[in-house]
């Protein structure tokens, strides 16, 4: 079946870097939207970034200028490069997919686990 997995979080100090994967594997056709979101404890889940199967992207004003999404569809590997980050950028990060899988008729969404971003001053 189908599976979504993100890594490369980790600790950082504020204005350094971090690059985030999103790995789909498994029976993956094809595809679709792919959204970065983050949870910080007591916070409401957020949509950060988005790209859709044409390449166009939108994001979030907190992180506009500071962070890119991009996809390579050949590796189905989504990522989101972070710069310039800040401590309130500290959350855990989810990957969310449309994904098309083998043997089935529809698109369906999935969530990898998340990956823990800490930013320290």
């Known amino acids: 079946q189908v599976q979504l997995a993100e890594s490369g979080g980790g600790l950082v100090q504020a204005g350094g870097s971090l690059r985030l994967s999103c790995t789909a594997s498994?029976?993956?056709?094809?595809?679709?939207?792919v959204g970065w979101y983050r949870q910080a404890p007591g916070l409401e889940r957020e949509l950060v970034a988005i790209?859709?199967?044409?390449?166009?992207?939108d994001y979030a004003h907190s992180v506009q200028g500071r962070f890119t999404i991009s996809r390579d569809d050949a590796k189905k590997t989504f990522l989101l490069q972070m710069n310039s980050l800040k401590t309130e950028d500290t959350a855990v990060y989810l990957c969310?997919?449309?994904?098309?899988?083998?043997?089935?008729?529809?698109?369906?969404?999935?969530w990898g686990r998340g990956t823990q971003v800490t930013v320290s001053s």
């Open positions: 969310n997919a449309a994904v098309l899988a083998y043997y089935d008729g529809r698109a369906r969404q999935y």
């Open positions: 498994g029976t993956v056709l094809s595809v679709g939207t």
């Open positions: 790209i859709d199967r044409d390449g166009g992207t």
